[in-house]
Protein backbone atom coordinates (compact mmCIF):
# COMPACT_ATOMS: atom_id res chain seq x y z
CA UNK A 1 0.00 0.00 0.00
CA UNK A 2 0.82 3.71 -0.69
CA UNK A 3 0.18 6.58 1.48
CA UNK A 4 0.41 9.79 -0.16
CA UNK A 5 0.80 13.97 1.78
CA UNK A 6 0.95 16.67 0.85
CA UNK A 7 -1.93 17.85 -0.66
CA UNK A 8 -4.36 21.32 0.79
CA UNK A 9 -5.78 24.49 -0.71
CA UNK A 10 -4.11 26.79 -2.55
CA UNK A 11 -4.58 29.96 -5.08
CA UNK A 12 -3.60 29.80 -8.76
CA UNK A 13 0.22 30.51 -9.50
CA UNK A 14 1.00 28.80 -6.06
CA UNK A 15 2.79 25.43 -5.32
CA UNK A 16 2.35 22.78 -3.46
CA UNK A 17 4.67 19.36 -2.86
CA UNK A 18 3.09 15.69 -2.49
CA UNK A 19 4.79 13.08 -1.48
CA UNK A 20 4.19 8.86 -1.64
CA UNK A 21 5.66 6.24 0.81
CA UNK A 22 4.88 2.83 1.15
CA UNK A 23 2.89 1.57 3.99
CA UNK A 24 5.28 -1.13 4.18
CA UNK A 25 7.56 -2.96 2.30
CA UNK A 26 9.18 -1.91 -0.99
CA UNK A 27 8.49 -1.27 -4.83
CA UNK A 28 11.87 -2.93 -5.92
CA UNK A 29 12.04 -2.71 -9.46
CA UNK A 30 8.46 -0.39 -10.27
CA UNK A 31 7.79 2.19 -11.90
CA UNK A 32 5.81 4.83 -9.88
CA UNK A 33 3.63 7.86 -10.54
CA UNK A 34 0.76 10.45 -9.64
CA UNK A 35 -2.77 9.97 -11.20
CA UNK A 36 -5.62 12.45 -10.48
CA UNK A 37 -9.15 12.70 -10.66
CA UNK A 38 -11.76 15.48 -10.82
CA UNK A 39 -15.42 15.00 -10.18
CA UNK A 40 -16.88 13.79 -13.46
CA UNK A 41 -13.75 12.72 -15.32
CA UNK A 42 -11.90 9.97 -15.34
CA UNK A 43 -8.78 8.99 -13.52
CA UNK A 44 -5.24 10.67 -15.53
CA UNK A 45 -2.04 10.24 -15.64
CA UNK A 46 -0.14 13.29 -14.10
CA UNK A 47 3.24 12.33 -14.29
CA UNK A 48 5.96 9.30 -13.32
CA UNK A 49 9.50 7.94 -13.17
CA UNK A 50 10.87 4.59 -13.78
CA UNK A 51 13.07 2.46 -11.55
CA UNK A 52 15.51 3.43 -13.82
CA UNK A 53 14.98 7.03 -13.43
CA UNK A 54 13.68 8.24 -16.70
CA UNK A 55 10.56 10.64 -16.30
CA UNK A 56 7.20 11.20 -18.28
CA UNK A 57 4.65 14.21 -17.84
CA UNK A 58 1.27 14.62 -19.45
CA UNK A 59 1.45 17.59 -21.34
CA UNK A 60 -0.68 19.95 -19.35
CA UNK A 61 1.46 19.95 -16.62
CA UNK A 62 4.82 19.78 -18.35
CA UNK A 63 7.37 22.44 -17.10
CA UNK A 64 5.18 22.97 -14.12
CA UNK A 65 5.04 20.05 -11.59
CA UNK A 66 8.59 17.51 -11.32
CA UNK A 67 8.49 13.92 -10.20
CA UNK A 68 11.32 12.74 -8.16
CA UNK A 69 12.04 9.66 -6.53
CA UNK A 70 14.12 8.02 -4.00
CA UNK A 71 14.46 4.03 -5.19
CA UNK A 72 16.08 2.86 -1.61
CA UNK A 73 13.04 4.32 0.60
CA UNK A 74 10.23 3.87 -2.49
CA UNK A 75 9.34 7.17 -1.94
CA UNK A 76 8.09 9.67 -4.86
CA UNK A 77 7.70 13.37 -4.66
CA UNK A 78 5.46 15.00 -6.91
CA UNK A 79 6.61 19.45 -7.28
CA UNK A 80 3.76 21.54 -8.51
CA UNK A 81 4.48 24.84 -9.28
CA UNK A 82 2.01 27.65 -10.96
CA UNK A 83 -1.26 26.24 -9.89
CA UNK A 84 -4.12 26.04 -12.16
CA UNK A 85 -7.70 25.74 -11.25
CA UNK A 86 -7.21 23.01 -13.39
CA UNK A 87 -5.16 21.21 -11.73
CA UNK A 88 -7.65 20.60 -8.86
CA UNK A 89 -8.42 16.80 -7.96
CA UNK A 90 -7.81 13.93 -5.75
CA UNK A 91 -4.04 13.11 -6.48
CA UNK A 92 -3.10 9.22 -6.02
CA UNK A 93 0.23 7.66 -5.92
CA UNK A 94 0.59 4.47 -7.52
CA UNK A 95 3.06 1.47 -8.78
CA UNK A 96 3.22 -0.46 -11.43
CA UNK A 97 5.34 -2.98 -13.26
CA UNK A 98 6.56 -1.93 -16.34
CA UNK A 99 7.89 -3.99 -19.32
CA UNK A 100 11.01 -2.50 -19.16
CA UNK A 101 13.40 -0.87 -16.17
CA UNK A 102 13.22 2.47 -18.40
CA UNK A 103 9.80 2.09 -19.18
CA UNK A 104 7.08 4.53 -16.73
CA UNK A 105 3.74 3.15 -16.53
CA UNK A 106 0.81 5.66 -16.98
CA UNK A 107 -2.33 3.51 -17.93
CA UNK A 108 -4.22 3.07 -14.90
CA UNK A 109 -5.22 -0.69 -15.77
CA UNK A 110 -1.06 -1.41 -15.78
CA UNK A 111 -1.42 -0.08 -11.94
CA UNK A 112 -1.47 -2.99 -9.18
CA UNK A 113 -0.52 -0.93 -6.10
CA UNK A 114 -2.56 2.73 -5.01
CA UNK A 115 -3.24 4.94 -2.42
CA UNK A 116 -5.82 6.19 -0.74
CA UNK A 117 -5.35 9.98 -2.58
CA UNK A 118 -4.76 13.41 -1.50
CA UNK A 119 -7.24 16.19 -2.24
CA UNK A 120 -5.48 19.24 -3.92
CA UNK A 121 -7.58 22.45 -4.62
CA UNK A 122 -6.63 25.51 -6.25
CA UNK A 123 -8.62 28.51 -5.95
CA UNK A 124 -8.73 31.17 -8.77
Known amino acids: QLVESGGGLVQAGGSLRLSCVPS????????MGWFRQSPGKEREFVAG???????KYADSVKGRFTVSRDNAKSALDLFMNNLKPEDSGVYYC????????????????????WGRGTQVTVSS
Open 49 to 55: ASWMGTF
Open 24 to 31: SGSYYMYS
Open 94 to 113: AAGRARMATDVVSASENIES
